[in-house]
């Protein structure tokens, strides 16, 4: 009976001193973004880029993106009874995430590859690293996405009252996206059906009509780090806005 009771206060112990110093590793686990987020119209998000809790595996921010073709013109908030309206594709995606969007939810798949899968793309800037100016030392600041509808005037990502000018991915070079600029603007190349394919506009999803003219942009930001075996982890995603891209001048 002795022996047992020794045996129990071990583990008791065991637990008492953390898991990891009983050879079980630490489950490497994100916060997702917990700041509010505000949407003006269907022009402007803005972030506040919170967690409940940091994490020393903590890397960076990513917000990943797709692009869908539209005849449909709105000007105001894309909510529910909007998103099937714009283009059916874009309502099946959304709801797809949706289950994973859950602060109380545990993630039980790669966020990573659930964005892959659905041909969602991280969105990157001109002329700077996109993690480096999303990293650790972003937390808590506020970010906006601009896509303010003037015709040429290019989206922009703005922290720390500096600007940098939004551009789609190139699937780290699997795709060749038109046009060249990569700027979120709608244009002929961009809301053209047959471009939207996977090693053209890989990142656009083509419309229905014949005489599609718009473009609409889904956004999800997540924690993104890496875990001790040095492999990528990604917190439950936080879905930002759809957003109307401005015309191209």
Do not use: W
């Not at 002795?2 to 686990?29: K, N, P, T």
């Not at 109380?104 to 793309?121: A, E, H, M, P």
């Amino acid at each position: 009976m002795r022996r047992v009771h020794s045996l129990l206060c071990g583990l008791l112990l065991c637990l008492l001193e953390g898991l990891s110093s009983c050879g079980i590793e630490d489950y490497a686990f994100l916060y997702p973004v917990s700041g509010r987020v505000e949407v003006e119209l269907n022009s402007k998000a803005t972030i506040i880029l919170s967690m409940e809790k940091a994490s020393e595996y903590f890397t960076h921010f990513t917000i990943y993106y797709r692009i869908y073709i539209s005849a449909v013109s709105l000007l105001g908030y894309i909510g529910e009874g909007e998103r099937s309206t714009l283009n059916s594709t874009l309502d099946s995606d959304y709801r797809t995430f949706l289950p994973y969007t859950s602060t109380d939810t545990t993630i039980s798949t790669s966020v990573g590859s659930l964005f892959r899968n659905r041909n969602y793309q991280a969105i990157t800037i001109e002329g700077a690293n996109i993690e480096d100016l999303l990293s650790t030392n972003s937390r808590n600041k506020t970010l906006t996405l601009d896509f303010i509808q003037n015709p040429g005037t290019i989206p922009v990502l703005i922290i720390d009252n500096t600007s940098y000018k939004l551009q789609r991915s190139t699937g780290n070079g699997l795709f060749n996206p038109v046009p060249q600029d990569r700027y979120f603007l709608n244009s002929l190349e961009l809301n053209t059906n047959a471009n939207a394919s996977s090693s053209i506009n890989a990142d656009v999803v083509a419309g229905t009509a014949a005489d599609v003219r718009y473009t609409y942009v889904s956004l999800y930001i997540v924690a993104t780090g890496i875990d001790p075996n040095f492999s990528p982890i990604y917190s439950a995603p936080t879905f930002i806005a759809i957003l109307r891209l401005p015309d191209q001048a």
